[in-house]
């Protein structure tokens, strides 16, 4: 196998960079995440072109964790696999993400958000990726029991020993949330970035959690843009037996595939054709038309869905009648 060379023009302009929050990083429009499809039952292959495609591109920025899979762990191998293999991908470029916080380990120290936790893991993920350094560690999640001040505590002192230039937090609730910023913020270690799931089929950041991060000079980034997979063309005539609704381990149910969504995908389909878009494109124009948003992490299964949804950013605005009536569909 020939060695692998990075396409000279990746940073030719067609992938436009957003400054994260109040920071001097900024993070590609449209960023790739490790949760599905790089997991031990994935082809390496595959996955390496993906990467490669994604980095010539002018994607910079990969998000993982430590229990994407399967088996957990098993997508961070992956990735360290890849670049180990990629020799001329410069880690100066690279915008490498992990987390702790769900489920990794038996017994009562593998889960959650604690100190023990997150030191922890973090060092099982370096080893797995084979790195000095993650870019941005995040708490995963707020787990319910660890007081605030544990978790940021730990996140503060893994800034402090160089294991990661910044960090980031996760699905928190809001007052969860602004205790984190405060924290961080008075211990001179600033959230870099929150990331939570925003996409036309859950709105929720919109009540306020994207006008938090800003208002706390934190970037957001959307994971899930496209509703794992309902807000492209996967669905539309069926389940597709390699779909992330067939895997066992996908995350994405049947249950989420009813009529009322189908009917909800037809027409949203319908609006995009007439802004020349396919669904997908749209999909991820519409979470990125709000300039508060510095990323949206897709996932994907091939370089043909990668090449067609990095076409998302072409047209990113949307008129006044055209968001009334997406709302409307949304709504309905
Ligand atoms: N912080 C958190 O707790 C959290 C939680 C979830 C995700 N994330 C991050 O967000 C990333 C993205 O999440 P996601 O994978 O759910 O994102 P997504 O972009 O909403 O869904 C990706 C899936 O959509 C399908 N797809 C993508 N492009 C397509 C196209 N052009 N045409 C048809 N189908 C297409 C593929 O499904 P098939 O596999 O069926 O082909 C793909 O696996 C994750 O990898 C992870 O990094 C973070």
Known sequence: MAVYIPDKNR???????????????????????????FGDNSSF??????????????????DLANNYGPAPGASEEMFGR????????????????????????????GNGSSRKMLITSLNQSLTRMNLDYVDIFYSHRYDGVTPIEETMQALIDIVKSGKALYVG????????????????????VRCLVYQGRYSMFNRDPENGIIEQAYNNGAGFVAFSPLAQGLLTDRYVHGIPSDSRIS??????QREQLNEQVLDKIRSLTAVAQKRGQTLAEMALAWVLRDSKVSSVIIGASSVSQLKSNLKGV????????EEMIIDDILNR
Not at 46 to 58: I, P, T
Not at 82 to 89: E, G, H, R
Request: net charge negative; glycine share 8%; with cysteine.
């Open 11 to 37: 940073y030719d302009g067609t992938m436009k960079f957003r400054r994260c929050g109040n920071s001097g990083i900024v993070l590609p429009e449209i960023s790739l995440g490790l949760w599905h499809n």
């Open 45 to 62: 292959t595959n996955c390496r072109e993906m990467v490669h495609y994604a980095f010539d591109n002018g994607i910079t920025h990969f």
């Open 82 to 109: 890849i670049l180990k293999d990629s020799v001329l991908i410069p880690r100066e470029e690279l915008i490498v993400t992990t987390k702790a916080g769900h489920e990794m380990w038996d017994g009562p120290y």
């Open 169 to 188: 937090i996760s699905k928190y609730p809001l007052d969860k949330a602004q205790m984190a910023y405060d924290y961080l913020k008075e211990n001179n």
């Open 247 to 252: 895997k066992p381990e996908g995350h994405l």
């Open 314 to 321: 072409a047209n990113l605005s949307f008129g006044k009648e």
